[in-house]
């Protein structure tokens, strides 16, 4: 079983839909997770923190539980500049700041 | 400002060259990393750094060498690299290495090996 598991994708939406990305991890000692951005041919962008208590920043909310071992992404009114690939990212906590990424998940929107 | 800067943006060199790749980051942050990241996969990590002393190297061939030279600079030395080994090359800060500590990456040295 990988560490950290995503939707395979490619996602393809039509503008203004709303999108879901789901992804889960192995370890239930892990600490942190996060949601990255990566456009192509550049650098992973932080996108958001996840918290078990949720939260949202604009179109954007991202949730985790911990009992399921469950991180999710909502997309609301996706935007053409939303088309990116999403990387599902936990840090376990134990391993002097290691990240473990999921294999992301694209995204394409379209007019 | 959350900016890790990195040189050169693309380097070519033959498989008996050596050369280095820079990075640097000036938000007092203590622990910088390197990933590898090949097309179409998550980035992997090679080398950390925590207060400029190396902390994880994740069994990197030893043609990658990195060096700290201080808490804003990272260097990766490359030699004798092979072809496979082209890729986009990632640094990263974070203000710990900690458990919660958020990572920011630079724009990577696109690395082809001819």
């Known amino acids: 079983r990988k560490e950290v598991e995503q939707d395979p994708g490619p996602f393809n939406v039509p503008e203004g839909a709303t999108v879901a990305f789901n992804c889960t991890y192995s370890n239930s000692a892990s600490q942190s997770f996060f949601w990255y951005r990566q456009d192509c041919r550049k650098e992973p962008k932080l996108l958001m923190s996840?918290?078990?208590s949720g939260n949202e920043d604009g179109r954007f909310t991202a949730q985790l539980n911990r009992a399921s071992q469950y991180i999710s992404l909502l997309i609301r009114d996706s935007k053409l500049s939303d088309s990116a690939t999403y990387l599902c990212v936990v840090n376990e906590g134990n391993q002097g700041g290691k990240l473990i990424f999921g294999q992301g998940t694209e995204l394409s929107v379209k007019p | 400002d959350t900016e890790v800067t990195q040189t050169p943006k693309h380097l070519v060199m033959g498989m008996t060259n050596k050369k280095s790749l820079k990075c640097e980051q000036h938000m007092g942050h203590r622990a910088m990393y390197w990933y590898k990241q090949k097309a179409k996969k998550p980035p992997e990590l090679m080398f950390v750094?925590?207060?400029?002393?190396?902390?994880i190297n994740e069994s990197v061939p030893s043609r990658f060498s990195p060096e700290c030279p201080n808490s804003s600079l990272l260097n990766l030395h490359l030699h004798a690299l092979q072809p496979e080994d082209s890729a986009l090359y990632l640094c990263?800060?974070?203000?710990?290495?900690?458990?919660?500590?958020?990572?920011?990456f630079g724009p990577g040295t696109r690395l082809t090996v001819l």
């Open positions: 996840v918290y078990s």
């Open positions: 750094y925590s207060y400029e002393k190396l902390s």
């Open positions: 990263a800060s974070s203000q710990f290495s900690g458990s919660t500590d958020t990572q920011y």
